[in-house]
């Protein structure tokens, strides 16, 4: 089914607002740092710092640039336009922001907290981005390829691209920015797939109670969502019973469980917590 154009607005929307917050990050805590964990940021930070030519933020849009025809060729066309756009954004906010708020030295002088917002907010940008089928180019790219035609999650695909360059940052900013360099590589790289398991998580309820026709008919009716129906015996009371199987967001489960406690107070409920639910109504394939 093709998308709404209210869902198609939204997506670009999450992708906006996950590449300010990447940038932000790398802007305000990663670069002025050197904090080079890895993508075309700490490309950028390094060659800004080595090269008198462009500053880290040219270099940043002059990689990008470069590497969104890989995009194309390999990711195909949807997943490329909407990582044309992501790159472009991301690497001209990058520029206005260098001029809007000029950051020569870090904020602070605490090295370790800098180092948690830098890698909260790239992480959580970059997780938003992936969860709409885009990337912030450079060597996210080279990730989704690697994803694409791997068995690799983005995380580890992102921690085997980019662990050389969070390596050289030891030879171009010091022992000091290096070892932070390599432990916000390794947070990263967990991070990007905690995150997106969080935003995709749902809940999965099994229920088992004398009321399955109530409990069927509030799903179906309030929560639009399916069911599987199942005619069961109880082992324990030997008593036929109804088990309901479904799934809904996080949101909804609160509902939900209040619902089946109003309508069967001593119905059995089994909730666990899925990181991704494929199908009509949720996330499509």
Known sequence: MKK?????????AMIIIGTIMLTAGIHFFKIPNGFATGGVSGIGT??????????????IMIINIFLLFVGFIFLGKTTGLRTVICSLLYSGLTIAFEKIFPMPHP??????LELVYAMALTSIGSAIIFNNYASSGGTDIVALILKKYTNLNIGKAL???DFLIALSSFFVFGVHAGLFSVLGLFAKAFLVDSVIDSINSC???VVITDKGQEINEYILSQLHHGTTYVESKGGFSDSNKTMIHTVCKRIEAIYLRRRIREIDPHSFVIITTTSEIVGRGFREC
């Open 4 to 12: 709404s154009t209210s869902k198609i607005a939204k997506e670009y």
């Open 46 to 59: 390094i060659l800004g710092r080595i090269s008198d030519i462009f500053s880290a933020s040219v270099w």
């Open 107 to 112: 904020l602070t002088d605490e090295t370790f």
């Open 159 to 161: 921690l085997a691209v």
């Open 203 to 205: 809940k999965y309820f």
